[in-house]
Every structure is written in structure tokens, then in C-alpha cells.
């Protein structure tokens, strides 16, 4: 077996590999700054599609504007004076002059469109393109400027407030949040919390020490990856969170196995061997099968995308290398008397306890359990159905400051907040298409300036506004008509931040069927060869599928309704989802959550191998993985719990789908529909057909008989 010649050549040079590890570990962590530093921050490129080709056109030869929505000024007038009072448009041009500077500006003084203008006439707002920069968000050096500028005019008493996706995002950044070392130090103190419960000795502190290997080398690796193509500055928090809970994962089951054959009566370097060859391959498997999933996002045609696929395709293969290369040279070495250094109590023999009870209950009434975890995961997938796709709602980007305010008081004014995202329209005509947006019901104002800074190299910039958001069913339902409208304008482009999210939509979603069936073979392969059964391998990966739709179900729940955002962080229901998180949490959940499909059935299979009969290798296979799974999944959801802390809410929405992912997968799923569903298919689970076996390189195909069951009562 390969593990176990593995394992005798890393026991045989320990020096040697102590040695390469160590090495890698310092130029990790001399790599991980400037492999931060050379990340970027452009979220949206889509090379080919329409709407970001006509967004880069908009940018250079305008300068700003395409896939950046305006910087938006407001100005409420006192009771009693509207804009059509005497002197009080001069005023408002004026003063929206001097806040720009020179840049260019559409406002109501400037156009006379009545769309920028609310209907009691106190109101009214105007599109402020400041100097943009490449990084994201890219009026951010703007704004402070912009926001001095505006502070210090008034017109008729009333100020001039400054809002904009721009300045929401910017200031519920400034609202504070950890950097990457203060949520590893976070994650990394609760996952030794939870390892110290686990082993009751400085064991707990070897799977971090493995954890951190692994994520320095990571970030070695993507420093080299940053030379020849662009990486996503999130992928420094996916690779040290997540890095974080793979690795102690990992590391977690095979250390626990090698106690459990110490327990046993083996030596050191037995134990070590028989870890190895029993959790060892487990883990493999299980991160080879997150490569898999997480390789879907390399094949996107989106860069942003594609970059996260790469950090996440990496955590997993260097956890795996750590966990059967060193850790293995540490257990033998250093592990006896890890294990005796601060231990509480020795390991019980056979995995008694609430675990075993708890499976005993299961196999017991394995209908009812199967029933009750299928009408909950069944409730949970109903509102999955309700998704909608497209940038979250404004006012779920900021819950206070000056930015949230201006947004307010133009939302009680009767102007909607989706003027705040503009369709745009480059167009050799830019009457007539402005004219054919007009007429579409629902559209606020549809504004075509003829000063220089909207007219330029033969093309005139259309500015339409529509006061739905472009993720709500109504506001997407007009911007397709505003679409359609000026489409039969020759030489007209859209484009627009909305525009861009609808081809984000058809370049990943339309590819989505091929791409998931790819997974499902590549991951069903594995599984078979891994179990050595048809059924545990197809029941895994459906069963990963409901757990995915079941999240989804949750998150529409807690953010694109609101009802957890708004308590745990005040945060306004979404209105929708941004576009990459679902496939984002669909990649790394389907691969996170099979690492516990993997551990306990593994295990399953191995007992029912010993012994010949499912039922007993079901009690057994619980009550010696069930508290493995629940810690696994704790230490992953304490690393997410961090990653929630960090600025911005598509991060948040993120982060709390693949936390709540992991709790739902690691209970509802792993500890009641898995055993019971094994239980109900008796010897049906280990089926496989002698030719697949010959063809999967299995030796032996699976016994097609059990033994007498013996009583579990």
C-alpha cells in the first residue's frame, strides 16, 4: 500500500523531512506579505462579454463611470422652498460645481430632468464622477475630497449629503473589522479550545502547529501563482480560514486514530503505521475530493473566480501533504509525550459513550430518523427556490453613518435606491436612445448631456434611471426593457454594474450543468474506489447535493430576508445574493462537507469489514467518529465565524453560508440521515460489480453477505 510505504520512508528520514518543512515554513512566512501586496482587488473582469467591454470602453475614454456607479449628492431644502423657487437652481449649481471640482456631473441645474428632482420638489440629487483608480472600491481616494468638499456648502441652510455603493462600502469598512493575523489569532485560539477538549493534553496543540505549516505554505505557493496571473485579495482570508479548519481537520482524525491504536496496545511506530493506513487514507481521499470541487472554479471563465479556485485548490493538497509527511514524523518523535504532558485522563477504550448511545438510537429506528432529517433538510430547500441573484440591496451595505443617512433621505423623499446604480448606454445617437429609455414604464430619467465630458471619440454617454434595484424582480424586469428599447439604436452599447452582474450570471450559471455533472462523476469515481460500493458513494454525493440546496435555503432565510442579518449584525435584508457567492459556497461547501462523509464512512466500511455486519459497524462507526465530526466541524465554523468578521457584506454572506453550512452538514445530515439511510440499505450499501471493481484497480470486490447480526440493544 502506498501510505505505508510512504510512511516507512518519512519515519526512515525524519530528519530529512523535518528539515524540508521547516524550510518551506520560513520562506512561507517571508512569502506571505508580498504575496498579499501583489493580490488584487478587481472583483469584476470578464473579458468578452458585453456589458464589462463596454464598461472598459466607458472607462477609458471617459475616465470613470461603466462598472463604477456614481458618487450621489443629495440636498433635502427647508420646509416651504423647492427647486423651482426663485434663484434656488443657481444656487444648487453652484454648489454642485464647486463639490466637483471639475469632474464631471449631471445633476437637475445641469440637465432640467425632472427625474432628478423628487416629487414635492425639496429633494434632489446629482451623479458625481470623481478620478477613479484601478483598485476596488475605485472612488475610495475620491471620497475623502469629495466629502470635505461637500461639508462645507450649503444651500438655502440645507447641506449637501454625499452617498453612493462607493461610500456605503467605504464606510462600513471604516466601521471596523479584524485584518487576516487577528482572525487567524481568533479562529486559531477557539480550534485550540476545541482540540484541548478533545485530546486533554498538549496533543491539542499539533494539529494548529500542522495548520499553520500548511497555510504558510499556501501562501509560498500563491506568491509564485501572483507572477503569472492575478489573485483575489480574498484569497488570503479562504487560505488561512479555511486553511486553518482543513489542516486541524486533517491532522485531527489521524492523530485521534494513531491514540486510539496506542490505546490498543500498538507501539509508536505501529500506531503511526496503522493510522496511516486507515485515517491516512481517508484524508487523502477527502482532499483530493475538495480539490475536485474546488477545481470547478478553475475552469470559470472569470478571473476572480478562477483566482479563488486556485488558492482553494491548494489548501486542501498541502494540508494532505503535511498531515502524511510530517505529521506522521511528529507522532513518532514527539507524540508520546505530547500525549503525557498535561493529559487528564487515558482514552477509553471503544468509543463508548453518548456517541455510541446515540447510534444505538439511530439503528434502532432508522425510518424515523431518516424521516425527520429529510422533512427538515426538505423545509430548509423550499426557500432555496426564492434565490435571486444580483448586488445586494443599498441599504444592507451600511446600517448608519453619513452615507446611510444620505441614502435615507432619499429613499423618504420617494426616490428609489436603485438611481444609485445607473444602466448605461454608449451610443452614436444619444438623444434618440436616451428618447427610447424614456418611454419605458418604470424608468426614472434617462439623461444624455451634451457637454464634452459626455460626448467623446464620436460616442455620447446615456445615463438611465430606474428606481428599483437591479436585484429586485420589478427593477430587473425594467432594466431588460430599457435594454430591449435601445437596442434598435444602431451602435449602441449597455453597460453598467447591473449589466455586468447579468454576464456574470450567463458566463458561470450557463456553464453550471456541465460543470456540476464534471464534479459529481469525478467525485462519484473516488468515492467508489474509496468505499468500495456503488450505493455509499451515490448516497454521499446526493446527499452532499441536499445539504448544499439546504444552506442555500438557509442563507436566503438569514440575509436575502433578512431574518438573521438584521438581529446579529443590523444588517437590512439583501433584496438577493450577489452573484459569485453561490457558487462560491457551492464549490467549497460540496468539498468541506464530504470530509465528514468521507471520515465516517471510511470508518463504517472499515468496521463492517471486520466484523460483517452493518447495523454493528454503524454503532461502532458513530461512536468512534462522531465527536471527531462535530469537533472538525466546530473548529470550521469558529475559523468562518472570523472570516464574518470582516468588512463588507458579501464577505459576511459568505462566511455565515459556509458556517452555517458546516453545522447543518455535520448534525442533520452525517449524524442522523447517513447512519440511518446505511442502516435501511443493509447489504445493498456494499454492492459493487466485480467488473467495476476490476476497473477501479480494487482487488477485492466487497462481501456479498453479512454475518449474523448480533444484538445491539
Known sequence: MFLLRLTRWVLRHRLLVVLGWLAVTVAGAAAASPAIGAMTSDFGALPGRPAYETNQHVLR??????????????????????????????????????????????????????????ADGRTTFALLYPSAVETYPRYARSLPAVERAAAGVRVRGAPVRVTGTDALFVQSSEAGGPGLLAELTVAGLGALVVLAVVFGSALAVLPLLMAVIAILACFLAIWGLTAVSDVSFVVQFLVGLIGLGVAIDYSLLITTRWREERA??????????????????????????????????????????????????????????????????????????LARLGSRAPIRRGGRGRWERWARLVVRHPALTAATATLLLAALVVPAFGMRLGAPAPAATASSGPARQALDGLTAAGVGSGVLSPEYA???DPERAASRARAVPGVRAALAPSGPSWRRDGTGLVTVLVDRTASSARGAAVRAEVRDAMADVPGTRIGGTAAQGRDFVDAVYGNAPLALALIVLLTLALLVRAFRSVLLAVKAVALNLLSVTATFGLIVLAWQRGYLSEPVWGIEATGALTEWVPVMVFAFLFGLSMDYEVFILARIREEYDTAG??????????????????????????????????????????ATALGIGILLDATVVRAMLVPALVVLLGRWNWWLPRPLARALLLREPPRATEAREPSLS
Open 61 to 118: 475614454t471617459y475616465g470613470n463611470g461603466g462598472a463604477t456607479d456614481p458618487v450621489v449628492l443629495t440636498v433635502t431644502l427647508p420646509q416651504g422652498t423647492t427647486v423651482d423657487g426663485s434663484g434656488v437652481r443657481a444656487d444648487l449649481a453652484a454648489a454642485f460645481d464647486r463639490i466637483a471640482a471639475g469632474a464631471r456631473i449631471a445633476s437637475y441645474p445641469g440637465t432640467g430632468d425632472r427625474g432628478l428632482v423628487s
Open 426 to 428: 454608449l451610443a452614436g
Open 264 to 337: 490498543r496496545g500498538a507501539d509508536d511506530v505501529t500506531a503511526v503505521e496503522r493510522a496511516m493506513t486507515t485515517a491516512g487514507s481517508a484524508v487523502v481521499f477527502s482532499g483530493v475530493t475538495v480539490a475536485v470541487a474546488l477545481a470547478a472554479l478553475v475552469v470559470l471563465p472569470v478571473p476572480f473566480l478562477r483566482s479563488m479556485g486556485y488558492g482553494g485548490l491548494l489548501v486542501p493538497l498541502f494540508s494532505v501533504l503535511v498531515a502524511i509527511t510530517l505529521l506522521p514524523v511528529v507522532l513518532a518523535t514527539a507524540g508520546p509525550r
Open 613 to 654: 455486519s452493518t447495523p454493528g459497524a454503524v454503532v461502532s462507526g458513530i461512536a468512534r467518529t462522531g465527536r471527531l465530526v462535530t469537533s472538525a466541524a466546530l473548529v470550521l465554523f469558529l475559523a468562518f465565524v472570523s472570516l464574518a468578521a470582516t468588512p463588507g457584506t458579501e464577505v459576511k454572506v459568505f
